[in-house]
């Protein structure tokens, strides 16, 4: 079986370009709006990544998948905000539309990747070694 690194995930990726999309709907709120809504969306966007980085790390599967949920949590929290952005006219509607897109995608990506871990934990496929 081949390692896989990180940055090449499918799951990571999308983390990466919602955290992207969310700093430029972030970029363009007042500093009332970052204060009060925008910090805590940036937050929950970039702990997604985060998430899943630090779960990817983890050597036993019950670790990676405690993280794993850690990330889906996290994106819900995005999607939150998301909504309340959407519903106060706040950010780019274009931008918050791919936003959604993006989120929805990863929503059903991050719960594959959950299952799969549980599977290869199953069959004893999960590779402990780290490639270089």
């Known amino acids: 079986m081949a390692y896989i690194k990180l940055f090449d995930l499918e799951v990571y990726k999308i983390a990466r370009e919602i955290s992207e999309v969310v700093w430029g709907i972030y970029g363009s709120l007042s500093w009332q709006e970052k204060k009060i809504l925008g910090d805590q969306y940036i937050e929950s966007a970039d702990s997604i990544g985060a998430n899943i980085a630090e779960g990817y790390g983890r050597f036993h599967y019950l670790d990676k998948i405690k993280f794993y949920y850690n990330a889906r949590g996290s994106l819900f929290e995005c999607q939150h905000w998301t909504e309340l ?48």
Do not use: C, H, W
Request: hydrophobic share 30%; aromatic share 4%.
């Open 85 to 132: 952005m959407e519903e106060r006219n706040i950010g780019n509607p274009k931008l918050l539309n791919k936003l959604k897109e993006l989120l929805n995608n990863q929503e059903v990506k991050l719960n594959n990747f959950i299952n799969s871990t549980y599977k290869s934990r199953n069959k004893g496929n999960i590779r402990l070694t780290d490639a270089k």
